[in-house]
């Protein structure tokens, strides 16, 4: 079981913090750091200093670490043209060395669009259909070929379809809860899955669904990779999960039965379980970025169980 840092910037971090994060990451044998694309921030949260954008911050990691894996859950689809999309993945893919994953959805939150004035059309998913064809499309033109695309929602023309990441095949990571059309675009486009926040049961419904999707499409349900991301609260005892919940404004009862929260053994139970039905990578939302200690508990504690 591979477990990842996903962290939520928006509600309050600026680069600084995320790359005390992304280091501690990095040193505390984590597989991959991972980010939010949010420009608002939700809830009781007071943002300060102010959102810091995905890949400008991912760009600066690329340089700042040497092991880890970046991406992010869920790059928004309305905040960039996928043109231009492909060549800031494949930019900082270059500068990490080959460690970029590129998790892209359709964007939801309309509250960031209203305040920074960015468009938010009514039919988003279509929009994210044509940006996945035209990012995987640029990507995997040859050197010295063109790449075209006429869509409902973009055109391009004769496009060098440069430049190249570092690796062969940037993985591509698709999500959400949708029955039908969501697994369809997995099972054409993805390289891992990921069901965000959701239960034992709903996941292995959902997996099931995209892996029939990859089977009608002609591929095999295994070639993708099946996961999950849940907020993690541990706690050497019943207090220190308290408190580390009550720092988040969080009930332990409710991410105990939403998320990772708990004892080191009662989280090792709980993701043995989400294994136990096809997920192979966990992503765990730490959203008291000050805590160092707690990435060091994950790490001596949990992660150590899991092989």
């Not at 949260?45 to 600066?60: K, Q």
């Not at 609260?233 to 999960?241: F, H, T």
Request: glycine content about 10%; aromatic content about 8%; overall charge negative.
């Amino acid at each position: 079981m591979d477990l990842r840092i996903f962290t939520e910037p928006q509600q309050g971090a600026d680069y600084d913090t995320l790359l005390t994060v992304a280091k501690a990451t990095e040193d505390l044998g984590f597989d991959a750091f991972f980010r939010s694309d949010h420009y608002l921030r939700m809830g009781a949260a007071d943002g300060l200093p102010g959102p810091t954008d995905a890949w400008i911050t991912l760009a600066g990691l690329a340089r700042e670490t040497k092991r880890i894996r970046l991406g992010t859950l869920m790059t928004a689809g309305t905040f960039r043209l996928p043109g231009v999309l492909a060549i800031q993945v494949a930019q900082v893919d270059r500068m990490s060395g080959g460690r970029i994953e590129l998790g892209l959805g359709a964007g939801w939150f309309e509250e960031e669009h209203k305040a920074y004035g960015i468009p938010f059309p009514k039919e988003k998913f279509g929009r994210l259909e044509e940006q996945l064809a035209i990012v995987t499309g640029l990507w995997e033109t040859e050197v010295g070929k063109t790449f075209s695309y006429e869509g409902e929602f973009y055109r391009l023309t004769d496009s060098p379809a440069l430049p190249k990441p570092a690796q062969a095949k940037v993985p591509v990571l698709i999500g959400g809860h949708g029955a039908s059309r969501t697994p369809r675009l997995a099972a054409r486009y993805a390289d891992e899955f990921n069901i965000p926040f959701g239960s034992i049961e709903e996941s292995e419904r959902q997996f099931g669904r995209v892996r029939a999707a990859a089977q009608a499409a002609g591929r095999a349900a295994d070639d993708l990779v099946y996961s999950n991301a849940l907020v993690v609260c541990v706690g050497k005892n019943d207090a220190e999960v308290a408190r580390r919940a009550a720092a988040i404004g969080r009930e332990v009862e409710e991410l105990k039965a939403n998320g990772l929260a708990g004892t080191p053994a009662e989280v090792v139970d709980k993701i043995g379980r989400y294994g136990a039905i096809g997920s192979s990578r966990i992503y765990l939302q730490v959203l008291d970025l000050a805590d160092l200690d707690h990435l060091e508990l994950i790490s001596a504690q949990v992660q150590s169980q899991l092989g």
